[in-house]
């Protein structure tokens, strides 16, 4: 099973904000956050998890 998206908010300005994905070794939640003045994101999750969802949050 590849790597799925559970659930995608956005803020006002419709950039993505929150993220959680689904994979075969668990669950990945992401964050996106300003960081001097640029987009970043952010991860907490299994590192096998991780590796997996990194190609799910790029196309986000």
Do not use: C
């Amino acid at each position: 099973m590849s790597p799925r998206i559970s659930s995608l908010v956005f803020d006002k300005e419709e950039r993505p904000r929150r993220a959680t994905i689904i994979t075969n070794f668990g669950t990945v939640k992401v964050q996106w956050t300003e960081v001097h003045g640029y987009r970043r994101w952010f991860t907490s999750g299994g590192l096998d998890a991780k590796k997996l969802a990194v190609s799910v949050i790029e196309r986000i």
